[in-house]
């Protein structure tokens, strides 16, 4: 019975101080990470969107920052400062219009949208957009309208198989881990 009460001593005594030791290296981790906190830019941009990962489904922004058709769109996102909006868990449908959509706006109007000054502007604009919902192609054909994050309504036509959203032709669709994006050929402008 001695013995069996020393052992039971012995191996308190061990995990006692293995404790302490996981205890003390613990401290030592949250002194390290803490500094990291307290390293980092003020000027770095902050939010979800800036949070690296490569094992969950790819939100609406990581599809349009991952094409070389949405280039376009992707500087205007960043000029605007909405990528931490494109990332919430949603749902979201994104038109997403590509370069050549961009490029047959008049002359200059891309390059006047990415100035600083105009961010609110082209923050409408692309809100116009996104509207909250998960649907594809075939169910938009049962919409009149829809309802955009800026506050808008745009329209829907379907001619043939097609659809047109405010005009726009859906050209392909790509499931999001928090919504869908619909590739459109034209920029959707809001009614001023």
């Known amino acids: 019975m001695k013995i069996t009460f020393q052992l039971y ?68 996102v960043k000029a605007a400062e909405l990528e931490n909006v494109l990332v919430n868990a949603g749902p979201l449908m994104v038109f997403a219009p590509t370069n050549a959509a961009f490029n047959e706006l008049p002359d200059g109007t891309v390059e006047d949208l990415l100035k600083p000054e105009n961010k609110e502007k082209l923050a409408l604009i692309l809100k116009h957009h996104v509207t909250p919902g998960n649907y594809d192609k075939e169910f938009l054909k049962k ?36 919504g869908i994006v619909h590739v459109v050929d034209k920029v959707i402008l809001p009614i001023k």
Do not use: M, W
């Open 143 to 178: 919409f009149k309208k829809l309802g955009q994050a800026s506050d808008q309504s745009i329209k829907v036509e379907v001619k043939g198989d097609d659809v047109y959203v405010g005009g726009a032709k859906i050209i392909a669709s790509i499931p999001a881990g928090n």
């Open 9 to 76: 001593s012995l191996f308190a005594l061990i995990l006692l101080f293995t404790g302490c030791k996981d205890n003390q290296e613990a401290k030592e981790s949250d002194i390290n990470t803490t500094s990291e906190i307290s390293n980092t830019d003020p000027d770095e941009r902050q939010g979800q969107a800036f949070i690296k990962d490569d094992e969950s489904t790819p939100n609406v922004l990581d599809i349009a920052i991952g094409s070389k058709d949405h280039t376009t769109l992707v500087a205007a």
